[in-house]
Nanobody, 122 residues
Framework: VQLQASGGGLVQVGGSLRLSCAAS????????MGWSRQAPGKEREFVGA????????HYADSVKGRFTISRDNAANTVSLQMNSLKPDDTAVYYC????????????????WGQGTLVTVSS
């Protein structure tokens, strides 16, 4: 699976941004999808995941209630809607794919795409 994230940019504190991830190469619905992020000087951390059907989501406590993941299996895309952004949300965001035959929520991702940078300015 090839994954390409897009939609990053500069946004002010309290603003919103929507990231998208386009998948190609294999049957999209065979995978749970997830987002992770890496801030400068910090380790990569889990943001959230959505099941292959789109019926179930799972979020890190740090983004719960502010971020929403959705997917469109017909269009082979997954999105991350980010609201009420904070400076701590500044990071490179990555989308990943985990085979749906594995655990839920996934603890291992089979594919990761290139990241997209989100900068939240105060």
């Amino acid at each position: 699976v090839q994954l390409q994230a897009s939609g990053g940019g500069l946004v002010q504190v309290g603003g919103s941004l929507r990231l998208s991830c386009a998948a190609s190469g294999r049957t999209f619905s065979m995978y749970h999808m997830g987002w992770s992020r890496q801030a400068p000087g910090k380790e990569r951390e889990f943001v959230g995941a959505i099941s292959w059907s789109g019926l179930t989501t799972h979020y890190a406590d740090s983004v719960k209630g502010r971020f929403t993941i959705s997917r469109d299996n017909a269009a082979n895309t997954v999105s991350l809607q980010m609201n009420s952004l904070k400076p701590d949300d500044t990071a490179v965001y990555y989308c990943g794919a985990a085979a749906r035959s594995g655990n839920w929520p996934p603890n291992k991702y089979d594919y990761w795409g290139q990241g997209t940078l989100v900068t939240v300015s105060s």
